[in-house]
């Protein structure tokens, strides 16, 4: 009786520790807050169209990634708002294209970085009476995506987010839903 009365006590005690630690913690693990620092402090939604680099494919960097550029197109569309945003390829913004060559409307780039890691994984198998089974060594690559602003007038590159994700929509989201509540905040 007093082993199940402590067990019961100590469960109680665990859950509302984890409760309120997961409530006092919920925006920095669960929010994903981009590096502050990423933001150019000139830079005003208002005022700029923001020029979103196209996703490139992995191993053709010269060509589109058609199904992560469109994610991020709807991130934007999704999250941006009135405020406008244009999808680039390199060539765009190339020293021989004037497309968007007045620096006061098209200041800022935000480019993606990818970095992709190879790791050794086997796993297991696990069958439907419980039992395991270890699977046979395998390469397994795993590509993260994070993104950076620059700055086309004073050539600056800026600190990237610190989220980078296999997920686009969980690195980039944060950073749009950032740059809408600065630009929230920038006018009260």
Do not use: W
Request: no cysteine; glycine share 4%; aromatic share 12%.
């Amino acid at each position: 009786m007093k082993k199940n009365l402590a067990f019961a006590f100590s469960a109680v005690l665990f859950l509302m520790t984890f409760s309120a630690f997961a409530q006092k913690n919920n925006t920095s693990v669960m929010g994903y807050h981009p590096n502050k620092y990423m933001f150019p402090e000139n830079f005003n939604p208002e005022k700029h169209v923001l020029l979103v680099m196209q996703l490139p494919k992995r191993n053709k960097p010269n060509q589109q990634h058609k199904a992560g550029t469109n994610e991020i197109e709807n991130v934007f569309k999704n999250r941006y708002g009135a405020y406008q945003f244009q999808i680039i390829a390199p060539i765009d913004i190339s020293a021989d294209s004037t497309k968007y060559a007045d620096l006061g409307i098209y200041r800022f780039i935000l480019y993606n970085t990818a970095t992709t890691t190879d790791r050794v994984d086997g796993g297991y198998t696990i069958y439907s009476d419980g039992t395991r089974n270890p699977n046979l060594p395998a390469r397994v690559a795993t590509t993260t995506i994070d993104f950076y602003f620059y700055d086309r007038l004073t050539k600056t590159a800026y600190p990237s987010s610190e989220l980078r994700n296999s997920i686009l929509s969980m690195t980039l989201g944060p950073i749009v839903s950032t740059i809408v509540e600065n630009a929230k905040l920038k006018k009260e």
